[in-house]
């Protein structure tokens, strides 16, 4: 299994650009969701999927669209970047329990490193 | 929105001491995750609770319920135990996640 993976490792973009962050699990797991996290705050929810064809608002959405056409991939798509969405992007992945609504022990990819000037 | 505080933020100790960090929260919550994460890497999953403890070698996770807290033990702490030790909790048919800011643990040999 390769478990959770991510690409790019790094990317730097210009002001305006727009870019795919790609994520993909191996581990049928159900629940998807993309995370920013910047110094001195904890990680923050930007999108969330419990299945194929069903994607949802976290957090912090501005500025990013997502779509789960399979189940192992999640793709987060920058629309315009921006300097605000310089961070570091992490793709976790778990099983979900779709009546309880609760999800498991989360698989997290090693990081999207995303620097916007 | 439940809030997660963690304490504290910092921790510097000597190899061989015993560690705890600490993680409370404000609303009922389903499970409560533990996870590390070294300098420069990835996020690991340690521990997921909803009640009682959990060991896994030198690490041991206790969460009490009523209280609204957890807590996260290292015995015989290791420098290879320095790394961001992050608290998560999911509430009651509440699939998304609320993360602390983490407590940052330094082991000095």
């Known amino acids: 299994n390769a478990g959770v993976t991510q690409t790019p490792k790094f990317q730097v973009l210009k002001t305006g650009q727009s870019m795919t962050l790609q994520c993909a699990q191996d581990?049928?797991?159900?629940?998807m969701s993309w995370y920013r996290q910047d110094p001195g705050m904890g990680l923050r929810l930007i999108h969330y999927s419990v299945g194929a064809g069903i994607t949802d608002q976290g957090e912090v959405p501005n500025g990013y669209n997502v779509s789960r056409s399979t189940t192992e991939d999640f793709p987060l798509r920058l629309l315009s970047a921006a300097p605000s969405q310089t961070s570091v992007y992490f793709c976790?992945?778990?099983?979900?329990?779709?009546?309880?609504?609760?999800?498991?022990?989360?698989?997290f990819g090693p990081g999207t490193r995303l620097t916007v000037t | 929105k439940n809030e997660v505080e963690q304490s504290p933020q910092n921790l510097t100790a000597q190899e061989g001491e015993f560690i705890t960090i600490n993680c409370s929260y404000s609303v009922g919550i389903s499970a409560l995750h533990w996870l590390q994460q070294h300098p420069g890497g990835g996020i690991v999953s340690l521990f997921m609770?909803?009640?009682g403890k959990k060991k896994h070698g030198r690490l041991i996770a206790t969460i009490n319920i009523q209280e609204k807290h957890s807590s996260l033990h290292i015995t015989a702490s290791h420098p290879r135990d320095s790394a961001v030790y992050i608290c998560a909790v999911s509430g009651f048919g509440n699939e998304k996640l609320t993360f602390g800011t983490g407590t940052r643990l330094t082991i000095i040999p």
């Open positions: 976790a992945s778990s099983y979900y329990h779709e009546n309880a609504g609760t999800t498991y022990e989360q698989y």
């Open positions: 609770l909803s009640s």
């Open positions: 581990m049928n797991h159900e629940y």
